[in-house]
Every structure is written in C-alpha cells, then in structure tokens.
T-cell receptor, first 112, second 116 residues
Framework: DQQVKQNSPSLSVQEGRISILNCDYTNSMFDYFLWYKKYPAEGPTFLISISSIKDKNEDGRFTVFLNKSAKHLSLHIVPSQPGDSAVYFC???????????FGGGTRLMVKP | DTGVSQDPRHKITKRGQNVTFRCDPI?????LYWYRQTLGQGPEFLTY????????KSRLLSDRFSAERPKGSFSTLEIQRTEQGDSAMYLC??????????????FGPGTRLTVT
C-alpha cells in the first residue's frame, strides 16, 4: 500500500506562473514532510520541509502548505523558472526519523 | 564540495554475479541510509546505520543483500547472485542523528545497476 501518493505524474507550467505540486498521505504517524527535487542522473536534492506543528513554510520562491486534517500537502513555486524543470518527490517521516517514505514523483516542465 | 559520493556510478553485470557498491557520506554525519529506486517510482528504504550499527532493515532487503559500515564512515552494499529484478538505482543518503523538527537526509548521485 502506498502511504505517500503524488497523483499527478506530470505538470506543465509557463515560465513566470505558479507551479503547484500535490501530495497525499495515509499514515497518521507521519509528522515531518519534505520535498526533494531530482534532475536526471543525479540523486534527489533536499528542497524544503515542514513539521506537523506548522501549516506553512516558506523559502524564497518555494512554499509548502500542510493540511493535517486532509492529510495533504502541496508545494508552490512562484514564479516558476525553466531551471525548475525536474522530478519532484514528496517524502514523509514519523518522529523517529529513521526512514523516509517517498511518493512516486511529479515531473514538472516549465516552458519558456 | 564534500557531499555524499557513490562508486561506481554505473554497473552492468550478468545475472548470477555478485556486485558491491560503495558510499561515502558527508563526513560529520553519523547516519547512513540505503534506498532503491526503480523507473517511475520514488526511492524505497532498504536499511540504515547509526555509526557502525545497522539498526533497521526493510523487508525489501532479501538474504542476497548485505550492507556494512565497518568503521562508521563509508558503507558497502553487496548483492549476491544478482537477478534481473535487482536492476535499479541504488541511492545512499546521510544525516546527523534526527532531532526534533529536523529529519533531512542528503543523497548521493546513486549507482545505476543493470543486470543482463
């Protein structure tokens, strides 16, 4: 069973517009969430995270929103740039922090 | 840049052969993790070490897989009698001991294994 799901395998956005990537989870024990970005032939790169005690975390162009009651989080990128084109993974951890559970990824394409 | 490094980056082997991968974590990190990623999927946890102790193993880690971190620094992942289903990207990550509100793991570039 998939505990972390990213239901959109791909997303195409125009440069300068907002990109919204979504993630749903089922395990109530998850209390820390992360977004990773992955370019081809590279490992995932940590982007931004959020703890369950918050509902929003912002870092420059990237903002993550968490809705605990809906078990849903989203990553907003604004404005989107062509260099943001990559696969984005949502990941979750319980409070032990011993492993990350990843979603299947969303491929973002930002068109110039 | 002293990020996580992995060697080799690519490995092609014939079914039934043994392969070994190496991971060098970020130097001050005491935790080291192995994940496997297949095409179109997210990384899946295999195992992790706290210093030299292997503390958790996924059920994905069959008896043919063994991981070591002998001196609490680099780690090796060995697959014996490889099968075509072992073809995947093997990712290594490292971190400090997780503390409240900080569970980030930092990944290496991965080793892509192809079993023919």
């Amino acid at each position: 069973d998939q505990q972390v799901k990213q239901n959109s395998p791909s997303l195409s956005v125009q440069e300068g517009r907002i990109s919204i990537l979504n993630c749903d989870y089922t395990n109530s024990m998850f209390d820390y969430f992360l977004w990773y970005k992955k370019y081809p032939a590279e490992g995932p790169t940590f982007l931004i995270s959020i703890s369950s005690i918050k509902d929003k975390n912002e870092d420059g162009r990237f903002t993550v929103f968490l809705n605990k009651s809906a078990k849903h989080l989203s990553l907003h990128i604004v404005p989107s740039q062509p260099g943001d084109s990559a696969v984005y993974f949502c990941a979750a951890s319980d409070n032990a922090g011993n492993m990350l559970t990843f979603g299947g990824g969303t491929r973002l394409m930002v068109k110039p | 840049d002293t990020g996580v490094s992995q060697d080799p980056r690519h490995k092609i082997t014939k079914r039934g052969q043994n392969v070994t991968f190496r991971c060098d974590p970020i130097s001050e990190h005491n935790r080291l993790y192995w994940y496997r990623q297949t095409l179109g999927q997210g990384p899946e946890f295999l195992t992790y070490f706290q210093n030299e102790a292997q503390l958790e193993k996924s059920r994905l880690l069959s008896d043919r897989f063994s991981a070591e971190r002998p001196k609490g620094s680099f780690s090796t992942l060995e697959i014996q009698r490889t099968e075509q289903g072992d073809s995947a990207m093997y990712l290594c990550a490292s971190s400090l001991t997780p503390r409240e509100l900080s569970y980030e793991q930092y990944f290496g570039p991965g080793t892509r294994l192809t079993v023919t």
